[in-house]
């Protein structure tokens, strides 16, 4: 036997504690933020801000108890006089940069809908009610995001406003709950950092995605030809006449009115031909020829932009009871893409 003693139970860390604490963090922050409220402005008060030191404060924190400990130990007047001079100096940052933030008022901007995968922007105004100008306020989308949070700094004058505009990227379609947004400062030192969390109650229409190359658009279905009181079976038979227009084929002027038609000076009449109905173009999920419900859905989405483009009159049928007739315009456009964007939407867990 040698001498070596067997390794004691918990004697090295678990690898999957590092796991489990930064999970069980997680599940407190999710907690904590849970319970603030969902509002479009946000008024900044005591209650709502907070502060820490920063990396470089707990550093400074670190010297100036290095500097106390060798003022101590040497008996330095000056020592004493530095460190307390620069502790002084902290704790005035401290208050200085959490008076920054107290009393700022942020209101969000509705959001325009937008396409899922592309770039949404939220405008968030600053107002500053108060008398002194607030200098180095950055706010940024710290939520959903695939890498670290960007921040966007302006600078509110006493009595004024100051607009920022930051972005995320929506992946689902339908109506999506805004990311949280937070607001920092570390003026004045940067020892400090000052923050509130907040949790806009908008809510941001998401379109669905279009396709990337779809096929051209269906052919239009066809309908029944002819107006009422006409024939639809091709005879020259008619119900009536109408004044001759220039291109009408000379067959179909009534000849036997014309000599009264001079007479009374009306001028030649034609026969009112049954003429067919172009086709109307319908959307819908059997024309696209997919299974899959979100593939279905971004064809859908890339002809309805298609036919809008092209100025053409579309309708639109969805699974469910949803049709609308064929129309054109900017309004039909959106009220299409709305549908196709609820049409079952897929759930988002809420922020």
């Known amino acids: 036997m040698n001498g070596a003693r067997p390794a004691r139970a918990g004697s090295f860390p678990h690898p999957w504690r590092p796991l489990r604490q930064h999970a069980l963090r997680q599940q407190l922050q999710r907690r904590w933020l849970a319970r603030l409220p969902r509002k479009d402005q946000l008024a900044l008060t005591q209650r709502n801000v907070y502060i820490l030191p920063t990396g470089a404060g707990w550093m400074l924190a670190l010297t100036l108890a290095v500097l106390l400990v060798a003022s101590i130990n040497y008996q330095l007047n000056l020592g004493y006089l530095l460190t307390f001079l620069l502790a002084g100096s902290a704790a005035a940052g401290m208050l200085a940069g959490h008076a920054n933030l107290r009393g700022l008022v942020l209101h969000l901007q509705p959001p325009a809908p937008v396409f899922a995968g592309q770039r949404c ?57 805004l990311p949280r947004v937070t607001a920092e400062t570390r003026f004045p030192l940067g020892s400090f950092r000052a923050w509130s969390p907040w949790r806009p109650a908008a809510q941001l229409l998401v379109y669905p995605q279009p396709e990337a190359a779809p096929p051209p658009l269906p052919a239009a279905r066809p309908q029944g030809t002819g107006r ?27 000849w036997k009115k014309a000599a009264q038609a001079w007479a009374t000076g009306s001028g030649l009449v034609s026969r009112d031909r049954p003429q067919a109905r172009p086709g109307r173009l319908w959307l819908d999920r059997a024309a696209t020829g997919l299974v899959d ?3 279905s859905i971004a064809r859908l989405t890339a002809w309805v932009l298609a036919a809008d ?3 053409l009159e579309w309708g639109l049928e969805l699974p469910g009871g949803v049709r609308l007739a064929p129309d054109s315009g900017a309004a039909h456009r959106q009220r299409s893409l709305e549908a196709l964007a609820l049409h079952a939407a897929p759930a988002a867990a809420a922020p």
């Open 228 to 254: 009422a009181g006409t024939r639809a079976d091709g005879a020259d038979d008619f119900d009536g006449v109408r004044a001759y227009r220039h291109g009408d084929p000379l067959k179909q002027v009534v």
């Open 121 to 177: 922007a939220l405008r968030i105004v600053l107002d500053n009610p108060g008398r002194r100008a607030r200098h180095g306020i950055g706010l940024a989308v710290t939520e959903a995001l695939d890498g670290p949070p960007q921040w966007a700094w302006a600078d509110v004058p006493a009595q004024a406003s100051s607009v920022i505009e930051l972005a995320f990227v929506p992946q689902q379609r339908g109506w999506q709950a």
């Open 293 to 295: 419900t979100e593939a």
């Open 309 to 311: 483009a092209q100025g």
